[in-house]
């Protein structure tokens, strides 16, 4: 059972593939982690907003963004491991024809930013 990351880095790999060539990979592995990304952030901006506005102390808004810095550095390393040659070899054999249209999926993460910044403004 393949994951939404791994559907949708095998379609934008595959349709960037005719035009971009090896630049293909990393627009790819560039997109899915924009993806993780933004969904990431939109769950933590919903959780700061939640705690604030229980008045719960949960973090100061510094050490929010360190420990977001220090996800985001473990996530673009963990998908630059994950999708380097063999995996994406395994996953483009068994990928299905996908039907989503390239500007939904490019709509996606900026969604979730948008999502994201709406929540951190809430005091």
């Known amino acids: ?14 349709y960037y593939k005719k035009a971009f060539g090896k630049k293909s990979i990393d627009i790819a592995l560039f997109y899915v982690c924009l993806l993780e990304l ?8 919903f959780l700061k907003a939640f ?20 996800i985001t550095l ?5 998908n630059w491991m994950r999708y380097n040659g063999k995996k994406r070899t395994i996953l483009n054999a068994k990928a299905k024809r996908n039907t989503n249209s390239i500007y939904l999926l490019w709509l996606m993460p900026l969604g979730g930013f948008l999502i994201a910044s709406i929540l951190l403004q809430v005091k």
């Open 1 to 14: 059972m393949a994951s939404i990351a791994d559907t949708n880095y095998i379609f934008i790999f595959n």
């Open 38 to 45: 933004s969904f990431l952030l939109a769950i933590g901006a």
């Open 51 to 70: 705690a604030s506005q229980m008045k719960i102390a949960m973090m100061s808004s510094t050490k929010f963004w360190v420990l977001f810095a220090i």
């Open 74 to 78: 473990f996530i673009i390393s963990k």
